[in-house]
């Protein structure tokens, strides 16, 4: 992997909005170029990660709706609902994958909830519970060691290829 230049972006920081750099890395066998998105960024998102992360952790604990906490961070709440509906729509696969995460690294077992949303919840604060631990990771924040993890895909619509590629010829996969 070599640098190969990058592209700039805006992110919006407590209703500011800031340009940031965001370099890119292109590999040498096959030619491929990725961005290398910061922690507080998630793919395809104007907001930080901890603007994310604090309306999502309010509605799954079910103290409100969407709309006080994008009020409180200044955040248009049908954004703010927008994300919601992206979390709630893959909270079973991120509780999934955050608890087995929790579990590598030392934590208990999170136990299933019949509300998906609040599982997941519980997977997040249990795996950055167990990350806490881990030298680094505790001056980062919940929010950001989330979107670490899941390489900023938290809310992201699917952008990994049906196709299964093998040589030059493309396959869909059987379904389950």
């Given amino acids: 992997m070599s640098w190969w230049s990058g592209y700039r972006r805006h992110v919006r920081v407590e209703g500011v909005c800031h340009r940031i750099f965001i370099p890119r890395v292109r590999c040498g066998s096959c030619e491929k170029t990725h961005a290398v998105l910061p922690a507080f960024v998630l793919i395809g998102r104007l907001d930080v990660a901890e603007t994310i992360g604090a309306v999502i952790a309010e509605v799954a604990a079910g103290r ?3 709309r006080p906490p994008a009020a409180r961070l200044g955040v248009p709440h049908t954004t703010a609902r927008g994300w919601w509906r992206r979390f709630a729509a893959n909270a079973s696969r991120w509780a999934v994958a955050l608890s087995a995460l929790a579990v ?35 001056p980062v924040g919940r929010w950001r060691f989330i979107s670490a993890v899941t390489g900023g895909k938290l809310i992201a619509t699917n952008t990994d290829s049906p196709w299964l590629i093998v040589g030059n010829r493309r396959f869909m996969p059987p379904t389950p």
Avoid: D, F, I, N
Wanted: charged content about 15%; aromatic content about 8%.
């Fill in 104 to 138: 590598e690294l030392g934590e208990s077992v999170v136990r299933p909830s019949s509300e998906p949303t609040r599982w997941a919840l519980a997977a997040v604060g249990s795996a950055w519970r167990s990350a806490t631990g881990l030298p680094g990771w505790a």
């Fill in 64 to 66: 409100s709706g969407v």
